[in-house]
């Protein structure tokens, strides 16, 4: 009786064992009725199915990596480059990415690497060297990642992100790209050279003009002074002058023979009795 009760037991347990099953929150499910999908996308949880009539395979929801090997694509120039990229991928739908792979990782990762190879093969051949290289690589990731984006659903797969990870030339490729480059920033730093000239020429040319300026407005200063203190000169000597001309004129004398006879060395022809020397001779009366 004992043994029959363990049967019991046993067979329960086997039933509920194979009648059961358990979608983790990191999976997704498909159930089959004799390889006939009856149920798909199944949510996390505890869920039940017939034995032996239902089998259940599971998909991870988690994103998963491609990680391809590098290849070769031809430039808008006619020259190859090496690019090394990945993708981030998840399922999806997990409906469709069976139909389309048969549940297999591996054929799915091969699709998937073929439709983003055709996507960058095409997105090179409209560029040049430079341009895939500089300013925009970031362009062409958006556009490769919206384009495959389309191809990938048909795999029920999404893709969440694609990167170049690095682009390699061939050596003569690499020298002409170089080369290249530095033309350009030479270019650049000549056009930087030519407006820094221009510019300093343009602030020489403004400091000369207000130095003009400055020059003009100090010397019609220095006139204007120069004139009222010639102005104020004339207005003394007339007053010292209406007061006592003969003074005035016996201290202009003294200040023409002081000019003309301070200078050792300096000969004058005169006639004594000029009127240049009309003091001496009145001294010499005296």
């Known amino acids: 009786m004992k043994n029959i009760v363990i049967i019991v037991i046993a067979v329960i347990v086997f039933i509920f064992a ?17 390889k006939e999908i009856v149920k798909t996308n199944i949510e996390p949880g505890l869920h039940f199915k017939i034995p ?14 491609l990680d391809a090997q590098p290849d070769r694509f031809l430039t808008g120039e006619k020259k190859y480059v090496q ?72 795999l029920g797969i999404e893709i969440v992100d694609t990167r170049v990870s690095q682009i390699d030339f061939p050596e003569s490729v690499s020298e002409s790209v170089y080369e290249r480059m530095r033309s350009e920033r030479q270019r650049v730093a000549q056009d930087f050279r030519s407006r820094g000239k ?11 003009r207000q130095a003009v300026i400055i020059e003009a407005n100090a010397y019609r200063d220095a006139e204007k002074i120069r004139g009222n203190g010639d102005a104020k000169s004339a207005e003394i000597y007339a007053k010292a002058y209406q007061r006592n001309p003969e003074f005035y004129a016996f201290y202009r004398s003294l200040g ?28 010499g009366g005296q």
Not at 267 to 281: S, T
């Open 18 to 34: 194979t009648a059961t099953y358990t979608v983790d929150q990191r999976e997704t499910a498909i159930k089959f009725r004799f």
């Open 52 to 65: 032996f009539v239902n089998t259940v395979e599971k998909f991870s929801k988690l994103i998963l990596t």
């Open 83 to 154: 690019v090394d990229f990945f993708v981030k991928w998840r399922i999806a739908d997990a409906d469709t990415f069976y139909r389309a792979t048969r549940g297999d990782l591996n054929r799915a990762q091969n699709r998937l690497e073929s439709i983003m190879k055709d996507g960058l093969r095409n997105e090179f051949s409209t560029r040049t060297v430079k341009e895939a290289i500089t300013g925009e690589r970031g362009e062409i990731m958006t556009e490769l990642r919206d384009k495959a984006s389309e191809s990938a659903r048909s």
């Open 198 to 208: 221009a510019e300093g020429e343009k602030l020489r040319a403004i400091a000369d």
């Open 256 to 283: 023409a023979y002081k000019k003309s006879l301070g200078n050792g060395g300096d000969i004058m022809v005169i006639e004594p009795d000029a009127e240049f020397f009309k003091y001496f001779k009145n001294q």
